[in-house]
């Protein structure tokens, strides 16, 4: 709310919500006529977002999940970056907030602007980087053309990312920490059957994001040397999962797409 650009609106989804948000929401939209107020029935992250870019009216894009926090000059120096209105990304830089020690800490990753390409969002994701939703403005043409997969529970980042850049945007990195992710003990992401299952889930979509056929084949033979290599860990997960042709179905994916035929 304290961001010195002041030339914006705030879009509240209320996903459901069963707690006090709506009496927060709409005290403040009392306040604040750059305020609007959206609710919906709970349809998960994705949904959320969706029903975001649905109420915009703006040209560009900053999306912001209830629990992180956006430093004051994000949005004006992002602003100062700007050189056209449509296919393009601005990147920030950003830190972690502890929820236990309440003190901010530095990012699990280095952010390079090398990375902000489709071969590296595919093939490094996780490994060497990720990008939190939250570091980008994005315009609202490439927003609109690709929003975020609703099937998917987690990784719907990723996903939402290739498909960004399959289709090449403009992109500006401002090295400089603009944000905090908060960190939660009890966030989805430190669920690792649940993540794990959900980029089963995501792997599914590649087909359909990613034009490259030959980028494509590349992922899944890391992929399948990784399942290899990782072969006891993974079994335990399918376990863990109740499902047994998550290893089965894996590989028969893999062969498939970089062309291996079964015996």
Request: charged share 30%; aromatic share 12%; hydrophobic share 35%.
């Amino acid at each position: 709310m304290n961001q010195t650009y002041t030339n914006w609106e705030c879009i509240i989804v209320n996903d459901g919500s069963t707690d006090n948000t709506e009496d927060i929401a709409l005290n403040w939209q009392k306040k604040d006529n750059r305020i609007k107020y959206v609710k919906k029935a709970n349809g998960g992250l994705s949904s959320a977002r969706n029903t975001g870019i649905q109420n915009i009216t703006g040209d560009f894009i900053q999306f912001l999940d209830c629990d992180d926090f956006l430093y004051k000059e994000k949005f004006e120096k992002s602003v100062r970056e700007l050189d056209q209105q449509t296919n393009t990304v601005i990147i920030t830089d950003f830190q972690r907030f502890d929820n236990v020690t309440q003190t901010i800490i530095p990012p699990h990753c280095v952010l390079k602007s090398e990375y902000f390409n489709q071969r590296d969002i595919l093939l490094k994701w996780d490994n060497t980087f990720s990008i939190p939703i939250h570091c980008a403005l994005f315009s609202k043409d490439l927003v609109e053309k690709y929003k975020f997969d609703e099937e998917l529970k987690a990784k719907e980042d990723w996903i939402f990312w290739l498909q960004v850049y399959e289709n090449n945007p403009q992109t500006h990195f401002i090295k400089e920490y603009l944000l905090a992710y908060r960190m939660s003990s009890s966030g989805m992401t430190y669920n690792q059957t649940f993540m794990y299952e959900s980029k089963i889930k995501a792997l599914e979509k590649l087909e359909q994001v990613v034009s490259d056929k030959e980028l494509l084949r590349e992922f899944f033979r890391h992929e399948l040397l990784a399942t290899m290599h990782e072969n006891i860990q993974l079994t335990e997960r399918i376990k863990l999962l109740g499902y047994k042709r998550t290893m089965k179905y894996k590989i028969n994916k893999v062969l498939k797409i970089i062309g291996v035929k079964k015996e």
